[in-house]
């Protein structure tokens, strides 16, 4: 019998501290297993599925990240399904806007453009409350270097060295709109420090684990362990720097994506 097939944007945002990531895997909680769970609930059958934009990684938060349903034969509720939808995902999940599309709408390809933040401190060490969404780095940091280093990622560069793993077919010439470092004044709470800071890096696309490993460069001259000249080597693929640190999951998110 033919199934009829209806399309739908979802505009979501999460809390991704105790997730393992975005995309489904055996045995561990994820952001897709919990909203699968929830629809199959609320709609009563399991007749669709879902593709995200983009995935993050374990403890990545997102305060605007797309995923496209894929719904077979009935159309969704007309009515209060969005608050009941809401209602029953976890606290640390909601879904902000249902948006129906046509078959050609492609998720994926979809993002114009994405902004990633990455928030830390440094010094005394922060609450404990602060651990979902803030890393602090014990000591000084020259964040003046690190400003200005920032910057040097604008423009098109090969990012072989900010490339996860990758392998000979892997694209790693990409461009980065717009990187800084700023003081923290998008988010804010009793129990964070008096001062922090946001890594703000916007472009089309990124790489796995490139922002972290851009963070970690970043905390890397800041602790004074490489200086200027050897950071802007990193962006020459001819100099074959690999870099191994990581920044920690749980200071980045995924701020914005415009489609």
């Known amino acids: 019998m033919f199934e009829k097939r209806f399309y739908y ?22 952001v897709e297993r919990m909203m699968e769970r929830t629809l199959a609930y609320v709609l009563d059958h399991k007749k669709f599925k879902l593709l995200a934009s983009g995935r993050t990684d374990a403890k990545v938060s997102a305060n605007v990240a797309y995923v496209e349903l894929f719904l077979n034969d009935e159309p969704l509720p007309k009515t209060d399904f969005l608050e009941l939808f809401n209602t029953n995902l976890p606290q640390d999940i909601r879904c902000l806007k249902i948006t129906e599309v046509d078959k050609k709408f492609n998720v ?8 990633y933040v990455y928030l830390f401190s440094y010094g005394e060490k922060n609450h404990p409350f602060s651990a979902p969404y803030m890393i602090n780095i014990a000591g000084q940091l020259d964040l003046k270097l690190m400003m200005e280093a920032a910057r040097h990622f604008e423009g098109t560069h090969d990012f072989k060295s900010y490339t996860y793993k990758p392998n000979p077919e892997t694209k790693t010439i990409g ?32 790489k796995r684990h490139q922002m972290r490993l851009m963070m970690g460069i970043l905390f890397d001259l800041g602790q004074g362990n490489y200086d200027l000249d050897f950071f ?11 870099l191994t640190r990581i920044a920690q999951a749980s200071g980045l998110l995924l701020q914005d994506v415009q489609i």
């Open 9 to 30: 944007l979802l505009k979501i945002q999460y809390l991704g501290f105790r997730y393992h990531g975005w995309q489904k895997q055996p045995d561990v909680l994820t």
């Open 108 to 115: 994926m390809d979809a993002p114009k453009s994405k902004e």
């Open 175 to 206: 461009t980065i709109d717009s990187a800084q470092i700023v003081r923290n004044d998008l988010y804010t709470a009793s129990f964070f420090p008096e001062e922090s800071f946001a890594f703000r890096v916007s472009g089309k696309g990124f």
């Open 232 to 242: 802007l080597k990193t962006l020459e693929a001819s100099n074959e720097i690999k």
